[in-house]
């Protein structure tokens, strides 16, 4: 049913840039928010951002506000994420997922590796 592919990790140094996407097909995918995830090593998985049907509103960790941009083209059925300013603390593996009234869907993606180092 519901599938999801991230796509964008890579290395990059402290102060750089990256742009996650996030391709969803088995849901119709307008109807619900999204959200970015992410699990570094030896840690629990965490919410990283979420973005409302629409885009009407977006919600982001205190520890990535002001730094990281999420976005939706529905057209296109694809989530992003924009991250600026890139802190070795941002090293994990991102996640996408859709958002029921429950949680997060039971279907996760293989997510992007995002390593930030010197």
């Known amino acids: 049913q519901v599938q999801l592919v991230e796509s964008g990790g890579g290395l990059v140094q402290p102060g750089g840039s990256l742009r996650l996407s996030c391709a969803a097909s088995?849901?119709?995918?307008?109807?619900?928010?999204m959200t970015w995830y992410r699990q570094a090593p030896g840690k629990e998985r965490e919410l990283v951002a979420t973005i409302t049907s629409a885009g009407v509103s977006t919600n982001y960790a205190d520890s990535v506000k002001g730094r990281f941009s999420i976005s939706r083209d529905d057209a296109k059925n694809t989530v992003y994420l924009q991250m600026n300013s890139l802190k070795p603390e941002d090293t994990a593996v991102y996640y996408c997922?859709?958002?029921?009234?429950?949680?997060?869907?039971?279907?996760w993606g293989q997510g992007t590796q995002v390593t930030v180092s010197s």
């Open positions: 088995g849901f119709t995918f307008s109807r619900y928010s």
């Open positions: 997922n859709r958002l029921g009234i429950t949680g997060p869907s039971n279907y």
